[in-house]
């Protein structure tokens, strides 16, 4: 069965740190990777997908960044948070057009 | 993806039967209806998805008018578990196969 892990699952950084999220996904092969972001009391806005290794699409112009070296592999990174980026963080994969699994989501709060 | 309306919040007994309804008034012939729900601090969960016909799986059915305008999702015996956001979401199924998340219906299911 397939397993989508995210690390950590909460983190505090300081304004200006830099930021590395990972999310693995197992028992799949050539997903469809997604990060999401949803802001405390608001819906979820996608900010990347990727639909293979090294193709990145950007949907929100940031101060985020993602990358995919290994096909089963997603991260999401920053090299100065801002207080905005705060939030909670979902990777999701899918490889149909219809469902979409998300992960357990990572919890940062920037101070 | 076609715009979706849904009642912010709503309340339901437990036991009863959970109806919630969506407005997709501008979805055209090729788009999708689809479920998701979000219980706190988790990632969201597929849940159903149709196009015209009546849906019914384990854990839900959709109901979909016959213009396709609006569609209802029915938990037909809520349980305190059931407490989430549902989201409502219309896309096609081709295409860079992200979700468009808005805002849901927070359901409350009462003891």
């Known amino acids: 069965s397939q397993t989508i892990h995210q690390w950590p699952a909460t983190l505090v950084q300081p304004v200006g740190s830099p930021l590395s999220l990972e999310c693995t996904v197992e028992?799949?092969?050539?997903?469809?990777l997604y990060w999401y972001r949803q802001a405390a009391g608001r819906g979820l806005q996608l900010l990347f997908y990727?639909?293979?290794?090294?193709?990145i699409s950007s949907e929100v112009p940031q101060n985020l960044s993602a990358s995919r070296p290994q096909d089963r592999q997603f991260i999401l990174s920053s090299k100065k948070l801002l207080l905005s980026d705060s939030g909670f963080y979902l990777c999701?994969?899918?490889?149909?057009?219809?469902?979409?699994?998300f992960g357990p989501g990572t919890r940062l709060t920037v101070t | 993806d076609a715009k979706t309306t849904q009642p912010t919040s709503m309340d339901c007994a437990e036991g009863r039967a959970a109806n919630l309804p969506c407005n997709h008034s501008?979805?055209?012939?090729?788009?999708?209806v689809y479920w998701y729900r979000q219980i706190h601090s988790q990632g969201p969960q597929y849940i159903i998805h149709?196009?015209?016909n009546n849906e019914t799986n384990e854990m839900a059915s959709l109901i979909i008018t016959e213009d396709r305008k609006s569609s209802t999702l029915i938990l037909p015996h809520a349980t305190l578990r059931d407490t989430a956001v549902y989201y409502c979401?219309?896309?096609?199924?081709?295409?860079?196969?992200?979700?468009?998340f808005g805002s849901g219906t927070r359901l409350q299911v009462q003891p």
């Open positions: 999701a994969w899918s490889n149909t057009y219809y469902e979409q699994y």
């Open positions: 028992g799949t092969s050539n997903p469809n």
């Open positions: 990727s639909v293979g290794i090294g193709q």
């Open positions: 501008t979805i055209s012939g090729n788009e999708y």
């Open positions: 149709g196009l015209k």
């Open positions: 979401i219309v896309r096609v199924l081709t295409g860079r196969r992200a979700l468009t």
